[in-house]
């Protein structure tokens, strides 16, 4: 085959001729090398890292990139604008960071977005979003670095103090009344509960409450204690109704006694008949006493346990010889009525108010 191309380029062309052929050829071919060198421009494209450096007839970045084979989204970062000529006498570098897809959750919704940001700060900073002074991320950081398909969550963190309101219960203070009676008593100041207000923090997480710290609390009303005074005198309510007001309770023996000659000696024509050793005029409500035990002029209340009438009120007015210790001798108007008594248990009550009305009249008690 190669004797036949040759055989017919040596028919058609004279040596001389074929010689000067090739000569222009390799001419042409050389001077076409020569002036590719100096007409081209040397480009390095650094592409995600990736660094190519090739010779291009390309005027600007645009032309050269495209020359390369290599395109260039709106999302892709690249270091110069795109219709940037090239210098013939340096080395034109060209840096590009691909964009890559990032979802971005924040304030209830997903963003959809494309970055070539290096950190999940910058990221939402070039989409416009800002952070709080406590807002937080989850399963990242603000530096950390940004990957394919990164799920960036923004957790809204804010927080809020409120008052709680809560009664302080008022307190109650008891002093003792010695003019009323035991079981009796009555509020003299009325109680007022304070106010007293707890101060919380508040933590929200996209507006869902998580936390709830105690911070303080203050006084906004103190209390009013209410007092009430409760009576000390002893009493008890006796088979006729009356309240009787005592001091101090005895368990006696009683007898009695008239006026008359049996029981005193004395006969109606002598000047003391009928006059107690205190000097009043005897009936009945007065008794005989021993003044170490009741002193003389003591108010007192004689009951009789059980079905029997109590004696009543009485004041101790007269002694006996035989009046001795807890043994009093009750007076009455008949001898019937002495007999009827016999001798009986009964217990005397001192009472609380000696100066009572009741013993006023003509100093004779009041039954």
């Known amino acids: 085959m190669k004797r036949l191309y040759f055989a017919f ?4 062309f004279p040596l001389k001729q074929l010689a000067m052929l090739l000569i222009v050829s390799a001419f042409a071919v050389t001077a076409g090398v020569k002036l590719y060198d100096v007409a081209s421009n040397e480009i390095q494209v650094i592409d995600d890292g990736r660094p190519i450096t090739v ?3 390309g005027r600007t ?5 495209g020359l390369m084979g290599i395109s260039v989204s709106s999302d892709d970062y690249i270091s110069k604008p795109l219709d940037t000529a090239l210098e013939s006498d340096v080395l034109n570098v060209i840096n590009i960071k691909r964009a890559v897809p990032v979802n971005i959750v924040v304030d209830g919704e997903l963003r959809e977005v494309r970055s070539y940001k290096d950190t999940v700060e910058e990221v ?5 979003i800002t952070l709080g002074k406590l807002d937080r991320f989850e399963d990242c950081t603000a530096s950390s670095e940004v990957v394919e398909d990164m799920r960036i969550r923004v957790i809204r963190v804010n927080e809020e103090i409120i008052a709680e309101e809560i009664d302080i219960p008022y307190s109650v203070v008891e002093k003792p009344n010695n003019t009323m009676n035991e079981g009796e008593d009555k509020i003299v100041v ?5 106010i007293k207000e707890k101060y919380y923090k508040i933590l929200y997480e996209d507006g869902r409450p998580i936390e709830k710290l105690y911070v303080n609390e203050s006084v906004v009303k103190a209390p009013v204690d209410q007092v009430v005074e409760y009576g000390t005198v002893m009493n008890f309510r006796n088979s006729r109704g009356d309240t009787v007001r005592y001091t101090k309770v005895l368990k006696m023996d009683a007898t009695s006694y008239t006026a008359s000659f049996e029981d005193t000696g004395k006969h109606p024509d002598h000047p003391a008949f009928g006059i107690t050793y205190t000097g009043m005029r005897v009936r009945e409500g007065m008794i005989a006493v021993d003044p170490r035990v009741i002193p003389l002029g003591t108010k007192v209340y004689v009951e009789v346990p059980g079905p029997a009438p109590d004696y009543g009120f009485a004041i ?6 035989a009046i001795k210790g807890n043994l009093i001798d009750l007076y009455f108007d008949s001898a019937e009525r002495v007999r009827q008594w016999g001798r009986r248990k009964v217990v005397v009550y001192i009472l609380n108010d000696q100066s009572d009305s009741r013993w006023k009249e003509n100093d004779s008690p009041c039954r």
């Not at 380029?9 to 058609?12: G, I, L, S």
């Not at 970045?61 to 990139?65: H, W």
């Not at 101790?316 to 010889?321: E, F, K, N, Q, R």
Request: charged content about 30%; overall charge negative.
């Open 124 to 128: 939402l900073e070039e989409n416009g």
């Open 190 to 194: 009325a109680g007022e509960n304070g």
């Open 61 to 65: 970045v645009e032309q050269a990139l």
């Open 9 to 12: 380029f040596k028919r058609e």
């Open 316 to 321: 101790a007015s007269d002694i006996g010889s």
């Open 55 to 57: 010779k291009t007839m």
